[in-house]
């Protein structure tokens, strides 16, 4: 079975703090995406990356930057955490080929005060 | 991306098949129809996905009309472990097509 793992499922931050979110796969997966889910706007996508060192926006990237220095390990970074940002991320990993069937990690609850 | 229009709610009883709609009337010629989960408190889980042919797994089956502009899942026999969110979506294949957009969804609720 594919495991995604983040580093926290619950995080509490100040306004201003840079924040890291962790996501490791163990499938050798190629893509990894880093997503925020808000009630009543679904999921949007922050970041995605498609190999080592390599990173594209997705629809919402302000406030937010990512890096992918190993295949497995991809990480979200807050550079300074606002209110706004208090949102539930969702990290996933695809195989090469299978962009849409995506394997997510169990969430990481943000909760900036 | 294709919209998609769900009901917000289904019961269904233990133990009995659970048939989801999803209405996705501006789907591309090109693009998918898949379907996923997600437990209260856990990430979505990808269920099953199709062009234009009914698909089956171990999870689900999947009806997709001739018109592809809608499509039913089948749980076949409910458990309680299947209530949950259940999302459809239009989406292609490849590189590019990694961006999943999920709607309002369905809260499936098996009862006992």
């Known amino acids: 079975d594919v495991k995604v793992t983040q580093s926290s499922r619950y995080l509490v931050k100040r306004t201003g703090e840079k924040v890291f979110l962790e996501c490791v796969q163990d499938?050798?997966?190629?893509?990894m995406f880093w997503y925020r889910q808000d009630p009543g706007l679904g999921l949007r996508l922050i970041y995605f990356?498609?190999?080592?060192?390599?990173?594209e926006k997705g629809d919402i990237p302000e406030g937010y930057s990512v890096s992918r220095e190993k295949k497995e390990r991809f990480s979200l970074i807050l550079e300074s955490a606002s209110t706004n940002q208090t949102s539930m991320y969702l990290c996933?990993?695809?195989?090469?080929?299978?962009?849409?069937?995506?394997?997510f990690g169990a969430g990481t609850r943000l909760s900036v005060l | 991306d294709a919209k998609t229009t769900q009901p917000p709610s289904m019961d269904c009883a233990e133990g009995r098949a659970a048939n989801l709609p999803c209405n996705h009337s501006?789907?591309?010629?090109?693009?998918?129809v898949y379907w996923y989960r997600q437990i209260h408190s856990q990430g979505p889980q990808y269920i099953i996905h199709?062009?234009?042919n009914n698909e089956t797994n171990e999870m689900a089956s999947l009806i997709i009309t001739e018109d592809r502009k809608s499509s039913t899942l089948i749980l076949p026999h409910a458990t309680l472990r299947d209530t949950a969110v259940y999302y459809c979506?239009?989406?292609?294949?490849?590189?590019?097509?990694?961006?999943?957009?999920f709607g309002k969804g369905t809260k499936l609720s098996v009862k006992p």
């Open positions: 996933a990993s695809s195989p090469p080929g299978g962009g849409s069937i995506q394997y």
């Open positions: 499938m050798d997966h190629e893509n």
């Open positions: 990356s498609y190999d080592v060192k390599m990173k």
């Open positions: 501006t789907i591309s010629g090109n693009e998918y």
């Open positions: 199709g062009l234009k």
């Open positions: 979506t239009g989406a292609g294949v490849g590189r590019s097509q990694g961006n999943l957009i």
